[in-house]
């Protein structure tokens, strides 16, 4: 199964930032997940619970949130950019299929969640805000 594989690269990449960081636990670890990606956040979240269980070592109660990110590709021709979903190869403004993926193939760790050893206050890194 493809989501196992990346669960399992998303809980290696964040044990050891985790580890060289010196926390004690990783509490909840934001995913953006490109809408043309392959990837389907619901298997996601089905195997992490279980990934997190048997393959981490400061993960084990760790929280997975995902923010789809919608696909948009960029028309060379008349240089704009649409909804890829909804239009495919084509450029629906021009018809043009000079046309590349700007967006949507991603699988990026958002943001992290952490306890430290020293306190036990939760502290969140973060680079933008993005709450729903
Ligand atoms: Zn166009």
Redesign the pocket.
Known sequence: MHELGIVFNIIKEVDSIAEQNKVKEVKEVTLEIGEVSGVIPTYLTDCWKWACLHRSKLMKNCELKVIELKAKSF?E????AYDTVKHGRK?P????AK?YLITGKETNIKDIKVVYEEEENVNEKSESKTDK
Do not use: A, F, Q, V
């Open positions: 028309c021709d008349c240089e704009t450029c403004n021009c018809g043009s046309t």
